[in-house]
């Protein structure tokens, strides 16, 4: 499942980076638009390396598992709230 959704968020980035370039030419709000896209990626790469330690060491349900596995999730989410946010602040702020 992390690799379909690791695949979909680089199909966003594939589209929203390009489109970066076409809505400004250069400049801190191209590179802050830009940075809020890979930031994505980063976060979903840590949050994968989190799972895979974690099953890795055991496939048991433990409480401290779980708590790692969603502060990832939650993480991912947080930087995927972040791009919109920081899109709509550069395009109408």
């Not at 890795?56 to 969603?70: E, G, P, T, V």
């Not at 920081?86 to 395009?91: A, F, H, Y």
């Amino acid at each position: 499942i992390a690799d379909d959704v690791f695949r979909q968020e680089v199909l966003l980035a594939v589209l929203l980076i390009p489109l970066a370039f076409f809505l400004l030419s250069n400049g801190p709000g191209l590179a802050l638009m830009i940075g809020s896209v890979l930031l994505v990626l980063i976060v979903e790469l840590f949050n994968s390396a989190i799972e895979a330690a974690v099953d890795r060491i055991s496939l048991d349900r433990h409480q401290l598992a779980k708590r790692a596995k969603d502060i990832g999730s939650a993480a991912v989410l947080l930087a995927l709230l972040n791009v919109p946010m920081i899109w709509g602040c550069v395009l109408f702020g």
